[in-house]
């Protein structure tokens, strides 16, 4: 995985910048990408797998080191500033935290760390699981040094909140690199003023399995693959936590539109599981079918190489069409997600949701000519707002 200091419209890297220095003395600047899910949305909770790109949006972080005696977290996209006294923090039992391994967080883990935080009664779920996975992490990773670091963290974000992006992944994996980072449990990889370098494969593992840890005091039961695309980057395939890297997939367009309709994953992926639960013979062939479309969209991608045919991109909008339906069958669609279909649908466009679904982001597959056009008269006209994204795979 190739390190760089600051291409932001390189949508498959994790960067990680640094000045030259002693570690405790230097600010970092760390940024992980957002995701779109191609195909196995929910079904890849239940084992199967899942196509994902990483996207040319980012989560930034920046780490100050200092000697006041706290450590602050501010969350600006969100509206948090938040404080605690390292001194209180180190006199805590923390002994629900193994040290020095990613422990799982069970609900009584959290419930623990809601004590320790100190967040008002009303304090909003979104704002209260984005402190209390900093806490998590804090906590755990930099237990074993003699004292809790002192720091100052301020993350902010190019990803819309709970749209289906990837932004608890991506703000999970900056806590967790930057976190190692400082406690020196992985090599600050830019050292004497290089502008581009390398960590480790071990590196992005250990990254990884953090921010997964990460990701569940947030949602529960993640997957995994947010957090597996925002720490490798590229065009991923993803199943029960093993990663490989997508065979010379093409360099497709697609239309990222965001109805803005606010969603909650862990309530939705629950949804699914309760459905399957209800009715399993009906409910596990769909998850079956989704992992067999994620299948043949890995095939034909792989065929497209660096000249795709047009018939291809039919195959691939039949796919797109079928994911759809079985994503509603599911219980996870929206109104505003039909709405989309429908409007791109009549220009002869074909979309699907990604992420969890229930609002959230949708994608539309355009066809290569359409990737040059801008929105406009020639254009659909979609009720929300749009971007264009080349999904690209990531620098070998």
């Not at 600010?27 to 239940?46: C, D, N, Y």
């Not at 780490?63 to 948090?80: A, C, E, R, T, Y």
């Not at 998850?287 to 067999?292: E, F, G, K, P, Q």
């Amino acid at each position: 995985m190739v390190l760089t200091s600051g291409d932001l419209c390189s949508s498959h890297w994790l960067s990680l910048l640094g000045f030259p220095g002693a570690m405790l003395s230097e600010v970092l600047l760390v940024s992980a990408p957002g995701k779109v899910i191609l195909h196995g949305e929910h079904a890849v909770v239940h084992g199967k797998v899942a196509l994902a790109v990483a996207l040319n949006l980012r989560t930034f972080l920046r780490l100050q080191p200092h000697s006041n005696g706290k450590v602050d977290l501010s969350l600006p996209n969100i509206g948090i500033k938040w404080a605690w006294d390292v001194a209180r923090l180190q006199l805590l039992d923390t002994s629900f935290l193994e040290q020095g391994d990613a422990t799982t967080p069970t609900p009584e883990l959290v419930e623990k760390l809601k004590e320790v935080a100190g967040l008002p009664d009303d304090c909003a779920v979104t704002e209260s699981l984005a402190v209390l996975a900093f806490l998590y992490l804090y906590l755990s990773i930099c237990r074993k040094q003699r004292a809790l670091p002192s720091l100052d963290i301020v993350v902010w974000s190019e990803l819309p909140h709970g749209a289906g992006l990837g932004s608890s992944a991506a703000y999970s994996v900056c806590l967790a690199a930057a976190l190692l980072t400082v406690c020196e449990e992985i090599p600050n990889p830019l050292k004497d003023g290089d502008r581009v370098n390398r960590w480790t494969k071990e590196d992005l593992e250990l990254i990884n399995k953090w921010a997964f840890q990460g990701e569940r005091v947030i949602h529960g039961n993640p997957s995994g693959v947010d957090n597996a695309v925002s720490t490798w980057g590229g065009a991923l395939r993803y199943q029960q936590g093993k990663i490989s890297s997508l065979k010379r997939p093409p360099a497709l367009q697609i239309l990222l539109t965001n109805t803005k309709v606010p969603r909650n994953t862990r309530t939705l992926v629950a949804g699914v599981r309760n459905r399957l639960l209800k009715f399993p013979e009906i409910v596990a062939p769909l998850l079956t079918s989704i992992d067999a479309i994620s299948l043949e969209c890995e095939r034909v991608l792989g065929e497209m190489g660096e000249a795709p045919a047009p018939e291809q991109y039919l195959v691939l909008e039949e796919l797109i069409d079928m994911n759809q339906h079985h994503l509603n069958a599911l219980g996870v669609g929206h109104a505003s997600l039909d709405q989309l279909c429908q409007v791109t649908r009549a220009h002869g466009l074909h979309s699907k949701l990604t992420g969890a679904g229930g609002g959230g982001c949708g994608i539309t597959l355009l066809k290569p000519e359409m990737g040059r056009q801008r929105q406009g008269s020639s254009f659909p006209p979609l009720p929300t707002p749009s971007w264009f994204h080349s999904v690209k795979p990531g620098i070998r």
